[in-house]
């Protein structure tokens, strides 16, 4: 009876048809969020999220443009971080790590930290379990890194 009324209101078959249980959604919302906080996206920020959700996931070029499509939408609909952190909360410790690097990443690709990226990576970190000491080493590693390349 339950399916029925939810397939009468549009709602979806079953949970795991929810693209907001997927992580590699959540994350790549996320990272797309973070790219446009300082008011512009560059084309840097672009690849390197490209290329972190490509090299993360294991996934193809195609995949990655309709991963980003999706992620985009889901990002757009969203009021808050909460419908991403909560699936992302359930990861094992080391991937919620690579995810806070991966955001690094994308706050250093063009070769710019604006303080509404470090704020965001803070509040992200803060909501699925990440101590400040992890973020604060993973932002002094990305961030020499992105200098070395320069």
Request: net charge negative; hydrophobic share 45%.
């Amino acid at each position: 009876m339950f399916e029925a009324i939810t397939k009468l209101f549009g709602g979806k078959n079953a949970p795991e048809d929810d693209p907001m249980l997927d992580p590699k959604v959540c994350a790549a919302a996320l990272l797309v969020h973070l790219s446009a906080v300082d008011g512009e996206v560059s084309e840097s920020e672009r690849k390197t999220i490209s290329r972190t959700l490509t090299a993360h996931y294991k996934l193809s070029n195609a995949e990655v443009a309709d991963l980003v499509v999706l992620a985009t939408a889901k990002d757009h609909e969203a009021v808050d971080f909460y419908g991403f952190t909560s699936t992302l909360n359930k990861l094992e410790p080391n991937e919620k790590l690579e995810l806070i690097r991966m955001m690094w990443q994308v706050v250093f690709a063009d070769n710019q930290n604006h303080e509404l990226e470090d704020n965001m990576v803070w509040r992200v970190a803060e909501l699925i379990g990440v101590s400040s000491r992890d973020r604060t080493l993973l932002r002094a590693e990305v961030r020499g890194i992105s200098e070395a390349k320069e």
